[in-house]
């Protein structure tokens, strides 16, 4: 799911001024500023009040934050759990379709959201899915990387070491003082 206009109009709990933008004077005002009751894009205050507006929401559905990652909320309904993770303004949801479609139905009651359907790829991750089995892949972001350094067509080596090198040992140097440990 993908929130949309996610950092805009949100409320801020701080109190925030601006300088009033090019071409609005108020010739017996010059020295005013403009204080900001919303956030706005770009503004620091707005993730802040993005992030805690929807973690209390999905406190109030009844989601336990956890402790090892505070993106990532768990709700267990009829002993089926049901998994969201927030990254900046998209939800992931895994476990029952039903609860998944319980939980959606809640989110955009709330936010105005855009389903975007089984994810298929996500911070440099590829993503395929089966009834059983789901497989991640970085076959794409390493083609990237190889592309932008212009190694497309650099010959591959499953080692990247010199494959016929002698090896040598403190016996065949004449001295015990070679450190193995330091390769």
């Not at 017996?28 to 973690?55: F, N, P, V």
């Not at 336990?64 to 998994?83: C, G, M, R």
């Not at 009651?109 to 298929?120: A, N, R, T, V």
Request: hydrophobic content about 35%; overall charge negative.
């Amino acid at each position: 799911m993908d929130v949309k206009t996610t950092f805009l109009n949100r409320n801020i709990e701080e109190e925030v001024y601006i300088e009033r933008p090019e071409g609005f004077v108020i010739h017996t005002k010059e020295s005013h500023m403009c204080k900001l009751r919303k956030a706005l894009y770009g503004l620091k205050q707005a993730s802040r009040a993005w992030y805690s507006r929807i973690d209390s929401y999905h406190q109030n559905l009844g989601f336990s934050k956890s402790v090892a990652d505070l993106n990532l909320y768990f709700k267990v309904t009829e002993n089926h759990p049901l998994i969201l993770v927030l990254y900046v303004d998209d939800l992931f949801l895994t476990r029952e379709e039903q609860l998944i479609t319980q939980c959606k139905r809640e989110l955009t009651s709330e936010f105005d959201m855009k389903d975007l359907g089984i994810m298929h790829y996500f911070l440099g991750l590829e993503v395929w899915q089966r009834s059983d089995e789901i497989f991640l892949s970085q076959g794409k972001y390493t083609v990237d990387v190889l592309h932008r350094f212009g190694m497309l067509d650099c010959k591959s080596m499953s080692t990247p070491m010199v494959s016929n090198l002698k090896k040598l040992h403190a016996s065949d140097s004449g001295s015990n003082l070679l450190d193995l440990t330091i390769y």
